[in-house]
């Protein structure tokens, strides 16, 4: 079977499935399109479906061409799992998030296997797309399948090939980020080669499963502890009066040996926060801890207190509570230039601020609304930046640094501003940094 | 007085005095040589003084012509600082080492201070080059100098530059690396930047004195952090059966937010397992704990031990006991290229050894003996790589990769290698990764 998937891949006779169909799924299948294949879609919500089936784009940090050349291209979205039988190719591309014990919660994983596997036949390849822990891929994917009487291997072909999305990252398209792909067995890798190697400039092989999988979860650790450190290292320069971002700067001068990451009010997204525990649950099994990435959650996720304790010693300097003052909160989003709000420390922050009584307002050219915030103190929906606005507000608190903000405007018109991204260089009498 | 030093400088006028030879001495005196100063250097040991006054270079990582050439432009190495007269930049290159319990000793600056300033006169710029904690130059070595009824600012000047030597990497000279400057005054600074300015390619002008401290830190405890974490990663990894250096090869394929460091026996040299540890102490002032410092200390300097648990369990596999058996260990400089052994971990190995009565050969381009470890089983000086050689050992530690070191010869010819630094790509029978 192995010289027919391999042969129709050539011949772009394939039909690529996508299960999954979020910010790792639809660039996927826009990449897959573009390079003449068929592409079908699958997502359990008929609202997301329905949406793409009419070229519409549910995410906003994707450029609109994205699902219109698609479509044009060919592309189906369908909540009909039966579509499964016409794919060659099946990419699962769901969540795999934390449970609220910080365990793994690979049920979406799960789910979609079950969903797939009753339509699985000889012939077809099948890939998981996202993070996880070592031996997922083997211990978890495999004998799902092994249950079909389907040889992997020899009938089907089962890799492990992990995203490397960076929403919000124009520097690099899918294309130019090398892809790591791992399989079962050599057949199988090479079969995941096959089907990468069509989309991307560069696929790296890699010699297991577990192997690729940890690699994913590495560079997801690398960036958590970085930037827990610069967090920890933030808080003691803040008490030494010694501005870190100044600090960073000027070791980042360095040719070699240091690259610079930056603090922030606490850390968010789907991948930094989440993925490490994946490695943390799994070390256990093992009778290790990791303990790199524990410290690294404990300082991240006490930022955001840490902001406020700034937010409130900054207030009571100017002789005000928190409780009835007006503050307005800019970006809510977790990262520059995209509206994803999933574990943004902003949202955070603007809870604690709301639980203290203070009357709060955001504004995020990314997002419009934040409606399941309830609090009658609590404006919503995004407000425009006019200086008027900025000057009514006894505080503004800068979680996120959108390019799209006018920072001069935005010092010029506030009374007082807490600056979490070192956005302001040098000193101004109303910023503060945090 | 600014205007004159500033004259001297554009000059080359100036004569500049280097207190402290070593490795970060001696390639500034080569560096201001070079550009047309006058060179002074002060050191307190005769022996050395003689053998540099001699044209003979005795540090090993050092290109020969260091030295040649600084004598040929004028260099004249001294053990009297009465020469400090003469001086008009005093630039203090002396070791910021540990005391035993980790805490910042810096005895060897305020001896420096303590002898030069008997001759510190009106005109002249003090530089501290020296890795220490932030506000040691507002707090030590200013102090100092104001007991001198001089005017710091005005009458000399009092400058902090921090050294980035690098040794053994060919790819930067110290011209191609900005170096950062701060003064205890704006004049101090301006100062500064002219006489750095003079011999490198970027100076990198830092708001204050801690500021620049602290970025000499952070470069470190960057690197001693994301160390401490792949050693961490590789004691997982090898429970789990995964190469981590395959881990690390293929993150690093993401042509962003993921930078490799690799992980080894453990950590050596003057810098990295040293200069963090002055910050933990500083911090400790402020009721802060540098918990990230802490735990690479924790796990980098455990890494001998775990090198060597696994030396134990791979002789106990072929049925020998440690006691008796014959063990080379290659390389014994704490870095590849160098012939430096402080805080060598292969030190700690080889110790570890003799300690259960192995007996322990070694061999290293760039050292000829060690004649200070005593010990009736040790040969103490290299042996020279010859198959027979090797074949004749029960186990070869490979703990520091020279490039010198013929790595295809080592491994066909040992019965088997320990390899701590992921020499050896791919599995080989007789190759047990550590």
């Known amino acids: 079977m192995k010289r027919e998937i391999i042969q129709k891949l050539s011949n772009r006779n394939a039909t690529i499935g996508i299960i999954g169909l979020g910010y790792i799924g639809l660039p996927l299948v826009h990449r897959f399109s573009s390079e003449g294949y068929k592409v079908i879609g699958i997502d359990i919500s008929k609202e997301k479906v329905d949406s793409l089936n009419e070229g519409e784009n549910y995410i906003q940090h994707l450029p609109e061409f994205v699902i219109k050349e698609s479509i044009a291209n060919g592309f189906i979205a369908s909540i009909d799992y039966e579509m499964v039988k016409e794919m060659d190719v099946i990419i699962i591309c769901v969540p795999t998030p934390l449970s609220p014990n910080k365990d ?31 031996f997922t891929t083997r211990d978890v994917v495999l004998p799902k399948i092994n249950e079909l009487n389907l040889e992997v291997g020899r009938d089907i072909f089962l890799i492990y090939s992990p995203e490397r999305e960076d929403p919000g990252n124009a520097k690099f398209s899918i294309r130019e980020i090398p892809k790591l792909v791992s399989g079962i067995s050599s057949d199988c890798l090479e079969v995941g080669i096959k089907i990468f190697g069509s989309i991307v400039d560069e696929v790296i092989p890699v010699s297991s499963t577990q192997t690729a999988e940890m690699a994913k979860l590495l560079e997801n650790i690398h960036r958590a502890v970085n930037i827990g450190l610069v967090n920890e290292m933030k808080m003691l320069c803040d008490r030494m009066d010694i501005d870190i971002h100044e600090v960073i700067d000027a070791a980042a001068s360095k040719p070699f040996g240091f690259t610079p990451y930056y603090p922030g009010p606490g850390l968010g997204g789907h991948c930094i926060p989440i993925d490490p525990f994946y490695l943390t649950w799994k070390a256990k099994e093992y009778g290790l801890n990791t303990k790199f990435i524990e410290l690294a959650g404990e300082i991240n996720e006490n930022m955001p207190q840490w902001v406020f304790s700034k937010v409130i010693n900054s207030m009571n300097d100017d002789r005000k509570p928190i409780a009835g003052s007006n503050i ?107």
């Open 104 to 134: 793994p919660d690979l049920s979406f994983v799960k789910a979609a296997l079950d969903s797939i596997a009753p339509f699985l036949r000889r012939g077809q390849a099948v890939s998981l797309e996202s993070t996880t822990y070592p």
């Open 328 to 434: 307005l909160v800019l970006g809510v989003a977790y990262k520059k230039n995209v509206g994803d709000l999933r574990e943004s420390p902003a949202l955070e922050i603007i809870d604690l601020l709301l639980s203290k009584g203070a009357i709060v307002e955001f504004s995020d050219p990314f997002v419009e609304n934040l409606s399941f915030i309830q609090n009658n103190n609590f404006l919503d929906k995004s407000v425009h930046l006019e200086p008027d606005v900025l000057s009514s507000k006894d505080l503004v608190i800068f979680t996120t640094d959108h390019d799209e903000f006018d920072k001069d405007m935005i010092r010029e018109n506030s009374k007082k501003i807490i600056d979490t991204r070192g956005i302001y260089k040098g000193s101004f009498i109303n910023v503060v940094k945090a």
